[in-house]
């Protein structure tokens, strides 16, 4: 069974930064490029980050481009988010997700419970 | 950055009633993918590539569209699928995802 489990949610001040977590199980971790999606408090989702397979890659929008890193440790079966410089607009709940390959679109097929992230001082 | 506008944002239909809820991309996209997500819970995958049901989607569900257009389709609505549902794609490059505003679907 597919398990995605994040972790390291909590409340951070503006500007603080924090690591989220996402442990996988259940399915050949290092075979899948993997993302990190978020839902804001008015039910927003956003993509915050996609990291390929391997960890060559790495893809992020402009809201969050040079402030957060996405990244993964295969051996330990982890993807992980680094945040920074945190604004009140980063509070949300953060999914990590599986992502298929190129012949079925990078559908994003299995997503774990979620971690939540509030920014306030 | 393609933009998603999902219509209508909020509805409500009847046991047994057809819904059609649809996705318009702000210009040509090649598929879309569609996710259901209850309260409380994290979204699911539910139809991708446009018109693939992801398992264990119930048959009553089906996806279409092409172009700018596209849309989930429920033939007879139980109450099961009151939800909201979100549609979504991604661009070839930069590979960046777009999530429409969502679809709050509600039981009569």
């Known amino acids: 069974e597919v398990q995605l489990v994040e972790s390291g949610g909590d409340l951070v001040k503006p500007g603080g930064s924090l690591k989220l977590s996402c442990a996988a199980s259940g399915f050949t971790f290092s075979s899948y490029g993997m993302s990190w999606v978020r839902q804001t408090p008015d039910k927003r989702l956003e993509w915050v980050a996609t990291i390929s397979s391997g960890g060559s890659y790495t893809y992020y929008p402009d809201s969050v481009k040079g402030r957060f890193t996405i990244s993964r440790d295969n051996a330990k079966n982890t993807l992980y988010l680094q945040m920074s410089s945190l604004k009140s607009e980063d509070t949300a709940m953060y999914y990590c997700?599986?992502?298929?390959?190129?012949?079925?679109?990078?559908?994003?097929?299995?997503w774990g419970q979620g971690t939540s992230v509030t920014v306030s001082s | 950055q393609i933009v998603l506008t999902q219509s209508p944002a909020i509805m409500s239909a009847s046991p047994g009633e057809k819904v059609t809820i649809t996705c318009s991309a702000s210009?040509?996209?090649?598929?879309m993918h569609w996710f259901q997500q209850k309260p409380g819970t994290s979204p699911k995958l539910w139809i991708y590539s446009t018109s693939n049901l992801a398992s264990g989607v119930p048959a009553r569900f089906s996806g279409s569209g092409s172009g700018t257009s596209y849309s989930l389709t429920i033939s007879r609505m139980e109450a099961e699928d009151a939800a909201t549902y979100y549609c979504q794609q991604r661009s070839s490059y930069p590979p960046m995802g777009t999530f429409g505003g969502g679809t709050k679907l509600e039981i009569k």
């Open positions: 210009s040509s996209v090649s598929y």
């Open positions: 997700a599986r992502q298929l390959g190129l012949p079925r679109d990078y559908a994003m097929d299995y």
